[in-house]
């Protein structure tokens, strides 16, 4: 498995090994030791599955407060998304601050996003599946949301804010003033 700490602390992206031959490939896409010895050792208790049936589709910014929070381990099984995590922490040193990376079926990569990180995508193919494990289960009483293109944040998304399909509580997310004591930095 290949490791990759992005810019923001406690965010990483990891590509599983694929074994391939004539009849397609194998790979262990979820492994606790590899994923411990990797920086994530949490314990996952929920997967959920998406389809998005359009390229433009976003989903996010989404969170869930304490003590529901939601670390998330994200994978794209069919298509191609830019997920993106905002550092909702507040005193962290990269509060406000956001990385985004391409995960695809191509690419085989996954995100590590832990509890205090609001997460969003963006749909870059059609019938684009993703995947993720959650460390929490889902508490619609502890679920909030950001407004996807808020300019306090100012993500660079790969898609016009005219051409983005949202959902209704998306499309009602409040600025990133709303996060501000969400999360502690710790």
Not at 9 to 33: H, L, M
Not at 58 to 73: E, T, Y
Not at 109 to 125: A, I, R
Request: with cysteine.
């Amino acid at each position: 498995m290949k490791v990759e700490a992005l810019s923001l602390p406690g965010i990483v992206k990891v590509t599983p090994a694929r074994f391939g031959d004539n009849r397609g490939f194998f790979s262990e896409t979820y492994n606790q030791k590899s994923m411990a010895e990797a920086g994530i050792p949490e314990t996952f208790v929920q997967d959920n599955q998406s389809l998005s049936r359009q390229k433009g589709v976003v989903r996010g910014l989404h969170c869930q407060l304490a003590p529901h929070g939601q670390g998330k381990l994200v994978r794209v099984t069919r298509g191609a998304i830019w997920d993106v995590a905002v550092d909702a922490r507040t005193g962290s040193p990269t509060y406000g601050q956001w990385v985004g990376v391409e995960l695809s079926a191509e690419n085989w990569s996954q995100l590590w996003l832990p509890v205090g990180f609001l997460h969003g995508f963006v749909t870059l193919e059609e019938n684009t599946e993703v995947q993720y494990k959650c460390t929490g289960f889902y508490d619609k009483a502890s679920e909030r949301s950001v407004r996807w293109d808020c300019s306090q944040i100012g993500i660079d998304w790969p898609v016009a804010p005219g051409e983005a399909v949202l959902s209704e509580k998306d499309l009602e997310a409040p600025s990133f003033d709303a996060a501000k004591g969400w999360f502690e930095y710790k």
